[in-house]
Nanobody, 123 residues
Framework: VQLQASGGGLVQAGGSLRLSCVAS????????MGWFRQVPGKEREFVAT????????VYADSVKGRFTISRDNAKNTVDLQMNSLKPEDTAVYYC?????????????????WGQGTLVTVSS
């Protein structure tokens, strides 16, 4: 599975961005997908995950109510809609795929990673 993330950029606080991740492979619907983010000098942290069917999602407390993860299994894509952005959301965002169908929060359970896309939120 290869993952390609896009959609990052510069936005003012309170604004919105939509990240997208395209996956290769024929078994996309069997993969739980996740978004993580990392700030230089800090560990990569969980943001959101969605089950293979798309029927279940889990969010980090820091983004709950502001971010929405979704997927389109026909197009092999997973998106992260980010609203009400805050300066502390500034990070490189990574999409990831796990070889299991249910939601996955733990970073170590993800098997494939995209290259990351930078999101910068100005105050």
């Amino acid at each position: 599975v290869q993952l390609q993330a896009s959609g990052g950029g510069l936005v003012q606080a309170g604004g919105s961005l939509r990240l997208s991740c395209v996956a290769s492979g024929r078994t996309f619907s069997r993969n739980a997908m996740g978004w993580f983010r990392q700030v230089p000098g800090k560990e990569r942290e969980f943001v959101a995950t969605i089950s293979g069917s798309g029927g279940s999602t889990v969010y980090a407390d820091s983004v709950k109510g502001r971010f929405t993860i979704s997927r389109d299994n026909a197009k092999n894509t997973v998106d992260l809609q980010m609203n009400s952005l805050k300066p502390e959301d500034t990070a490189v965002y990574y999409c990831a795929a796990a070889n299991r169908g249910w939601t996955v929060v733990e970073l170590s359970y993800y098997d494939y990673w995209g290259q990351g896309t930078l999101v910068t939120v100005s105050s």
